[in-house]
Each structure stands twice: as structure tokens, then as C-alpha cells.
């Protein structure tokens, strides 16, 4: 008898979502989807359908979903039971019902309802190892406020900052000018607005409370976003520093997605030892935070040379043009060795 044949890990792949970052979960997803080693590692395919968050098991080409036409194809409906015993994902077909049995699961889902814990719990609770951040990490770094108590007791400065519930609890004559309001738990920059003036305070307060029941009032820094990539759980890997160049403004959705007139710095116009500085400090944030397998640490770097963590995107964008691989890139992974090194960790083999 010959050698038994070792069988690839199974891993599920999350992507879509309900939250306003559906778009770039679909993008980010089929990159990773279409770089992952298909001979080391057999992958599930679990679509979250967008109003109602609905699972399916997708049986379809990743260009469906790029495109948001995946839900027209070989779709079934799934279901993640809190049952340890299975640790499988469940769906129906032909009137049956089928269990495929899951080794680990990548969620590639940004955002609130996917980013932030949700969708991690779920994953704990139906006996399945997570890839990337867990439960606690993930929940702590989606809530700014919270994320910059852990990083200042970690010896990192932030921005200072005033949480809020409501446009009545603002004084518009009791903050400094300029200011940012952001939604307290939230990404790619949706409800964020610059506030230049008392009298535009209440109105960005009402804008920010859209996408979040609060919202944070938050100093505007002198200077200029660096970011860095790491990778790993035990021993780390640091992607090098980029920086982001505006022509004015701050770095909102479109800015992100499009650079219509940002410009993206790789490796950052700064001295070798300022950058030094950005990467132990994404370090020391990093490992405050609880982080796994990877995410993506981001500072506005002051006029005076100071650092103040801006925020933590436990799962950041994930096509090979985001930033998150291009610092790997740059400090000599390829985008396929990122998402297989990813993949290799979180089922450890």
C-alpha cells in the first residue's frame, strides 16, 4: 500500500457583508481567493448577503464576485451552527441538508457586522479557528475610543479625543478648531467629516451618528498619515512605511479608492529612523491590541516629528494595489507569499 495522501487544510473564505464596505470586501476577497495556492489549500467559498447578512455557499468564479453578481450563480443557502461538535459549515441542496467540515475560516469582511467581532464569535462559537484577528482584537480596534486607551497605556501618544451620543451634547463653542467627527466604530473614512468651524459641528456630529450610535470628536493633527503593515502572531514581520500626500482635505473613501488626487509614498519621504520609530510603535500597538496573524497600524506623524496613532484596520484591504501588501511588498513578500503565509499560520501547518 502506498503512502496515504495528506489532505489540504479546508478553509472558508468570508466576503460581502452588511456593512457600507460591501464593495471592497468583494474586491479584496477575489484577490485573496485567486492567490491562495489551490494545491495546499482547498477553499470554501461563503458569500454575506448585503441587506440581510444571509450566508451562502458560492460554487462560482471570483470575476461574479467582483463584479456583485455572485448571488446570480451557483449559489446555496448555509448556515454556521454554534455547535463545536461539527465545526462545519452547513447548506442545502436538492432538498438536503450537507455539512462541509472546516479547518479554519478567513473572514475578508471590513467593516461593522464583520470586522468587528461579530462574525469572529460566530466563528468561535461554531468550533472554527479564525484567521487574522479574534473576537477581543477585533472588537477592541473597530472602537477608536478604545483603541487609543490600550495604545496611550502602551506608551503610544493619541490624538484627544471626546466621545459622543448625540449632536445635543456638543457645545460647539467648547471644542478647538479644526477637529475631525468620525462614527466611533466604522471604516474606509464613511462619515467622516473636517470640521472647520463651530458652526458645522452639530451637522458632522449628525453625520457621523448615521453609521454609528456614537461618534468621536478628535483633535486634527499637524501633519501627515504614515502606515505599516504587520504580519504574524508569534514572531512578527513589518511591512515598511508608506505615506500618504494629500493636496488637501483628509483621506476620505474617494481619496482611498481612487487617489484622484492623493498620492500614496512607498517607502514614506522620512528619515530611516523616523520610520524605525512608525514600526516599533506598530509593534507595541500591535501586541496591546491582541492582534493575530495580521493587521494594518496607522499614526499621523506630527510637524514636530511626534506620533499619535490614528487607528487599527485588523482586516485592511486586501487587493494587491492596497496598501496592506504593497508594504509587505516592499519589504520583499509578494502579494500570493502574503496570503499564503496567512493561510499556512492560521491553520499551522
Same mark, same amino acid.
Given at each position: 500500500m502506498g503512502a496515504k495522501e495528506k489532505t489540504r487544510p479546508r478553509i472558508a473564505v468570508l466576503f460581502g457583508g452588511r456593512s457600507a464596505e460591501y464593495e471592497v470586501s468583494l474586491q479584496s476577497a477575489a484577490a485573496v481567493i485567486d492567490a491562495a495556492d489551490r494545491e495546499r489549500f482547498e477553499l470554501v467559498l461563503v458569500g454575506l448577503a448585503? $441587506? &440581510?447578512?444571509?450566508?451562502y455557499l458560492y460554487r462560482g468564479e471570483t470575476d461574479a464576485i467582483r463584479a456583485d453578481r455572485w448571488r446570480?450563480? =451557483?449559489?446555496?443557502?448555509?448556515?454556521?451552527?454554534? =455547535?463545536?461538535?461539527a465545526s462545519a459549515l452547513f447548506y442545502e441542496e436538492e432538498g438536503r441538508l450537507c455539512s462541509l467540515p472546516l479547518d479554519a475560516a478567513?473572514?475578508?469582511?471590513?467593516?461593522?457586522?464583520?470586522?468587528? +467581532?461579530?462574525?469572529? +464569535?460566530?466563528?468561535?462559537?461554531?468550533?472554527?479557528?479564525?484567521? +487574522?484577528? +479574534?473576537?477581543? !482584537? &477585533?472588537?477592541?480596534?473597530?472602537?477608536?475610543?478604545?483603541?487609543?486607551?490600550? !495604545?496611550? %497605556?502602551a506608551g503610544?501618544?493619541?490624538? $484627544? *479625543?471626546?466621545?459622543?451620543?448625540?449632536?445635543?451634547?456638543?457645545?460647539?463653542?467648547?471644542?478647538?478648531?479644526?477637529?475631525f467627527v468620525k462614527p466611533l466604530r466604522g471604516g474606509s473614512s464613511f462619515g467622516i467629516t473636517e470640521v472647520r468651524e463651530s458652526s458645522e459641528l452639530r451637522e458632522a456630529v449628525e453625520r457621523a451618528l448615521?453609521? =454609528?450610535?456614537? %461618534?468621536?470628536?478628535?483633535?486634527?493633527?499637524? *501633519?501627515?498619515?504614515?502606515?505599516?503593515?504587520?504580519?504574524?502572531? *508569534?514572531?512578527?514581520?513589518?511591512?515598511?512605511?508608506? $505615506?500618504?500626500?494629500? !493636496?488637501?482635505?483628509?483621506? =476620505?473613501?474617494?481619496?482611498k479608492y481612487?487617489? %484622484? &488626487?492623493?498620492?500614496?509614498?512607498?517607502?514614506?519621504?522620512?528619515?530611516?529612523?523616523?520610520?524605525?520609530?512608525?514600526?516599533?510603535?506598530?509593534r507595541a500597538v500591535y501586541r496591546a491590541c491582541g492582534c493575530t496573524h495580521f493587521a494594518r497600524v496607522d499614526f499621523f506623524l506630527s510637524r514636530?516629528?511626534?506620533?499619535?496613532?490614528?487607528?487599527?484596520?485588523?482586516?485592511?484591504?486586501?487587493?494587491?494595489h492596497s496598501r496592506f501588501p504593497?508594504?509587505?511588498? !516592499?519589504?520583499?513578500? &509578494?502579494?500570493? $507569499?502574503v496570503v499564503n503565509r496567512i493561510l499556512e499560520e492560521g491553520v499551522r501547518i
Open positions: 448585503r $441587506e &440581510s447578512g444571509a450566508l446570480e450563480g =451557483d449559489c446555496l443557502p448555509a448556515s454556521l451552527p454554534p =455547535d463545536t461538535r478567513l473572514p475578508v469582511l471590513h467593516g461593522k457586522c464583520g470586522e468587528d +467581532g461579530t462574525v469572529q +464569535g460566530l466563528l468561535e462559537l461554531a468550533g472554527i479557528p479564525v484567521i +487574522g484577528c +479574534g473576537v477581543l !482584537a &477585533s472588537a477592541l480596534c473597530m472602537d477608536k475610543a478604545l483603541t487609543h486607551t490600550v !495604545a496611550r %497605556a503610544v501618544a493619541v490624538p $484627544e *479625543g471626546r466621545v459622543v451620543r448625540s449632536a445635543e451634547e456638543c457645545d460647539p463653542e467648547a471644542f478647538c478648531y479644526p477637529l448615521a453609521f =454609528d450610535g456614537e %461618534a468621536l470628536l478628535e483633535e486634527k493633527i499637524d *501633519g501627515f498619515e504614515v502606515g505599516c503593515a504587520v504580519l504574524g502572531t *508569534g514572531q512578527l514581520t513589518l511591512g515598511e512605511v508608506d $505615506e500618504i500626500e494629500l !493636496a488637501g482635505g483628509f483621506f =476620505d473613501y474617494r481619496e481612487t487617489l %484622484a &488626487s492623493a498620492r500614496i509614498h512607498l517607502p514614506a519621504r522620512i528619515p530611516p529612523e523616523t520610520a524605525q520609530r512608525v514600526k516599533e510603535a506598530a514636530e516629528g511626534t506620533l499619535y496613532l490614528n487607528e487599527v484596520n485588523t482586516i485592511p484591504g486586501f487587493t494587491p504593497r508594504m509587505l511588498e !516592499a519589504a520583499g513578500l &509578494s502579494f500570493s $507569499e
